[in-house]
């Protein structure tokens, strides 16, 4: 199985930061990799499909980049809508896994 | 509007079953692969298994916690997938999404998730 690891797990930010997570996979993985955002006591939203491209009526402010083994999803600014907890997926080989998440809070 | 609906959840004693229903709109389910994600409470996201489409022989594949107990099925005319769930453990407590699969590897959208809480 291909073991996703993000990092931080948790972080603390103010509105207007530039927020940075980080996904490595266990194994080569392609492009294969998404993100998704959620919301407490909401289901997760995907936020960027395939590494680096933007899900449609998510903001630009989202962007993505890495293949192979390791990749990063970059919040330009943070705004206060955008305190959730973020999860990257690997959709290269089944079992499908997730990261563990990780919880942007405001500082 | 394309859209998930889950339901079926509840309170189940350890070793029993229970079948998850979750009812597509806006879009034909026999089009695409449509899988299951679990969350425990508090804790992360975790895929429980796939149902791949018509193309595809329908066949399913499930996490190696699972296999075994639990079964992915679909009735394409009433655009609606099922999770049966029997043998079930404590640790199967959690939200039960579905998702459609686009393109084979991103889940988009996510049902609003059910509730299965096993204990006795």
């Known amino acids: 199985d291909t073991q996703m690891t993000q990092s931080p797990s948790s972080l603390s930010a103010s509105v207007g930061d530039r927020v940075i997570i980080t996904c490595r996979a266990s194994h080569y993985i392609s492009n294969q990799l998404n993100w998704y955002q959620q919301r407490p006591g909401r289901a997760p939203k995907l936020l960027m499909y395939a590494a680096s491209n933007l899900q449609g009526g998510v903001p630009s402010r989202f962007s993505g980049s890495g293949s192979g083994t390791d990749f990063t999803l970059t919040i330009s600014t943070l705004q206060p809508e955008d305190f959730a907890t973020y999860y990257c997926?690997?959709?290269?080989?089944?079992?499908?896994?997730f990261g563990g998440g990780t919880k942007v809070e405001i500082k | 509007e394309v859209q998930l609906v889950e339901s079926g959840g509840g309170l189940v004693q350890p070793g029993g079953s229970l079948r998850l229903s979750c009812t597509a709109s806006?879009?034909?389910?026999?089009?695409?692969?449509m899988d299951w994600v679990r969350q425990a409470p508090g804790k992360g996201l975790e895929w429980v298994g796939r149902?791949?489409?018509?193309?595809?022989?329908?066949?399913?594949d499930y996490a190696t916690s699972v296999k075994g107990r639990f079964t992915i099925s679909r009735d394409d005319s009433q655009n609606s997938l099922y999770l049966q769930m029997n043998s079930l453990k404590t640790e199967d407590t959690a939200v039960y999404y579905c998702?459609?699969?686009?393109?084979?590897?991103?889940?988009?959208?996510w049902g609003q998730g059910t509730l299965v809480a096993v204990s006795s």
């Open positions: 149902s791949r489409n018509k193309p595809n022989g329908y066949t399913t």
């Open positions: 997926q690997q959709s290269y080989s089944v079992p499908l896994t």
């Open positions: 806006g879009f034909t389910l026999s089009v695409h692969y």
């Open positions: 998702t459609r699969v686009l393109h084979g590897d991103w889940f988009d959208p």
